[in-house]
């Protein structure tokens, strides 16, 4: 289990992948699995498409990354588009697929969902999922949280509290969003601790490869970006190779610091792109 790798005291690497959108590229996201996986990570997740609409696309590639490659697979399960009846169908997928860490999300609201259907959603937040898998199956339970804090909280203070009644519903350990600051990391870490919440908690990082991939996760994730990264984006934008170069560097400039201040675990989001895992575990290695 999860939890178990973090009371060995040991950095945990691990991964996040999701499922192509076009079925004639799904063969490829088992060789992209394979690849990852001769990086020896402790577990990999897999996102879940809004509404659930791709969850039976996670559970398969769940299924390859537990029961093919030995490795942990943490699926992702959002109910912002999910009633109870929903959420037990895949988790019945799930534990016949033999998957048995989630991680649980509220999620995007979806464009085709009006404010009525948003407003009366049976799972109002992750911490309702959060106990609902907890009372109802014996799944191991992830948390999601963010450094600078969830788009729609009114501080990080609020956000914490609302964190913590996560915690407090069943999750083992936390991934952070991704950021780019890691003095931003350190100081919501100490407010978290200082708030009550001691599970441990992994930073997840993102290397951006392109200029247009900066401004894309931006605008998804609410990420701020430090000046040293905007410069980088400047001088080597439009140059390709330089830029990826760069993007990479960065993001293994950031792992040593967060490696060097014994952080709880490394949660990379590979952007289903084996080789730029592979140059940046080499690195930190």
């Known amino acids: 289990m999860i939890k178990e790798l973090f009371s060995e005291n040991k950095q945990l690497l691990s991964f996040e992948v999701f499922p192509p959108k076009k079925e004639e590229e799904f063969a490829n996201a088992f060789l992209v699995l394979d690849s990852l996986a001769g990086l020896q990570p402790d577990f990999i997740s897999v996102t879940y498409g809004a509404g659930g609409s791709k969850s039976k696309k996670t559970v398969e590639i769940a299924s390859y990354i537990q029961n093919n490659l030995k490795i942990n697979a943490l699926a992702h399960m959002t109910c912002v588009g999910s009633g109870k009846e929903d959420i037990d169908a895949v988790t019945a997928q799930l534990k016949e697929a033999n998957v048995n860490h989630v991680l649980a999300l509220r999620g995007d609201r979806p464009s085709y969902m009006s404010d009525e259907q948003f407003n009366s959603r049976h799972f109002p937040h992750a911490s309702d999922l959060t106990g609902y898998l907890n009372s109802s199956t014996d799944f191991h339970i992830a948390g999601a949280c963010y450094p600078e804090k969830h788009y729609e909280a009114k501080d990080l203070d609020s956000d914490l509290l609302h964190l913590k009644k996560k915690c407090d519903a069943g999750a083992e350990f936390l991934i952070t969003q991704l950021f780019f600051d890691n003095q931003v990391y350190y100081g919501f870490l100490d407010k978290a601790r200082s708030t009550g919440i001691s599970l441990p908690i992994c930073a997840g990082i993102m290397p951006i490869t392109s200029a247009k991939q900066l401004g894309t996760t931006v605008s998804l994730s609410g990420s701020s970006v430090p000046k040293k990264l905007a410069d980088l984006i400047a001088t080597y934008g439009d140059d390709p190779?330089?830029?990826?170069?760069?993007?990479?560097?960065?993001?293994?400039?950031?792992?040593?610091?967060?490696?060097a201040h014994h952080v709880d675990g490394i949660h990379i989001y590979t952007m289903n792109k084996p080789k730029v895992a592979r140059e940046i575990v080499s690195a930190i290695k």
Not at 241 to 256: S, T
């Open 241 to 259: 190779a330089e830029m990826r170069k760069a993007g990479i560097d960065y993001a293994i400039e950031q792992i040593l610091d967060l490696k």
